[in-house]
């Protein structure tokens, strides 16, 4: 007697027909009728629209250098739409999303460039994104440090987390940038979203604020300070989604949340319940960028493997994350804006007291 086929009861393939004219939301769902990464970024789509539907805290993470190249407006429609409610990114992204807000210029070129010969002329560059040294990065280096001269009344009073500094940042841009539309950190700063750093000392604006240090404006900032406060969001949430464009320190950073309150702040937690990540790194040198949800599983930074709430999607964000933001665009309504920051000293004091 033959064994019944353990596939049963699995979806037929049927060659999926695209047609002329089709919408983002018709395009997706039939990529869901193919296989590979293709079906994997209609489960992507599915799972943030799930999120966006079930009113998830929904963290954004942001590696790489897709903001340099332009992605922060799509990062600032997903923040108006009320998608987004937390975002962790390099400080790297804070420091260029700026250069758009105050009109510096940023070029698109080719990545095929004699390197030696563009040092000569002051061009610097991030693969096709090209920048001026002076024009850009020592005009935004001087902008930096006169943020922090103009704002050192508010800024020095206490220990600083980065997304109180970034909130201050953002509404310092709101005032004084030419196209404070443009920049992402200046419009989470306007709807109140936190912004965090994955790193506190490894990008342009903590190279800044050496100098702003020994001018008399001396900042202080806290990495404990950031990791209990992010820890707080996570715990005061009733449900959590992460979506983690590429991998790094903002995946880690986010994914933390969970083991902070569980195994070093010993109270009873089990992690974020959904998880969405694109990227390229693959799993089999042990990297945090390609470390797999079933690995994360186990260290308590979601609650369980359920390939319904977690999705890896191997790929190029700056291709895959603007359609599946699209498709969440097109299908779910605007949310209102949870305005985490107001809410940051109720999260604090609320982890403050499980302790």
């Known amino acids: 007697m033959q064994n019944i086929s353990l596939f049963h009861d699995s979806p037929d393939i049927i060659p999926v027909s695209f047609k002329k004219n089709s919408s983002i939301t018709e395009f997706i769902q039939n990529l869901g009728g193919t296989c590979f990464e ?42 108006e739409s009320g998608f987004i409610d937390v975002i962790c990114s390099t400080g790297a992204q804070t420091y260029h999303d700026l250069h758009f807000a105050f009109g510096l210029p940023v070029k698109s070129i080719s990545p095929n460039w004699d390197d030696d010969l563009l040092r000569q002329h002051g061009d610097t560059r991030i693969y096709d994104i090209g920048i001026r040294e002076r024009e850009t990065l020592e005009a935004q280096d001087e902008i930096i440090r006169r943020f922090i001269r103009e704002s050192w009344d508010l800024l020095f009073q206490q220990t600083l987390s980065s997304w109180e500094f970034n909130y201050q940042l953002g509404l310092w841009v709101q005032k004084n940038a030419r196209f404070p539309e443009r920049s992402f950190v200046a419009t989470a700063a306007k709807l109140g979203v936190p912004v965090f750093w994955d790193s506190l000392s490894n990008h342009s604006i903590a190279m800044n604020l050496t100098r702003t240090d020994r001018e008399g404006f001396p900042i202080i900032l806290s990495g404990q300070r950031d990791v209990f406060d992010s820890a707080s969001i996570t715990f005061s949430a009733n449900a959590t989604g992460f979506v983690e464009l590429g991998g790094g320190g903002p995946k880690n950073f986010i994914q933390q949340t969970g083991p902070t309150i569980s195994q070093i702040l010993s109270i009873e937690f089990e992690g974020a319940d959904r998880g969405l990540q694109i990227g390229t790194a693959v799993e089999r040198d042990g990297s945090l960028s390609g470390c797999t949800f079933g690995e994360a599983v186990t260290w308590g930074k979601y609650r369980n493997a359920d390939e319904q709430k977690l999705v890896q999607i191997w790929g190029e964000y700056s291709v895959l994350f603007p359609l599946i933001a699209l498709y969440v665009l097109e299908l779910c309504n605007t949310r209102p804006y949870k305005k985490l920051v107001l809410k940051m000293p109720s999260f604090i004091k609320k982890l403050e007291s499980a302790r």
């Open 38 to 79: 293709a079906r994997n970024v209609y489960r992507g789509a599915e799972l943030f629209k799930r999120m966006v539907n079930d009113d998830d805290v929904i963290w954004l993470g942001i590696a790489g250098a897709g903001i340099a190249g332009g992605m922060g407006g799509l990062v600032n429609t997903l923040l």
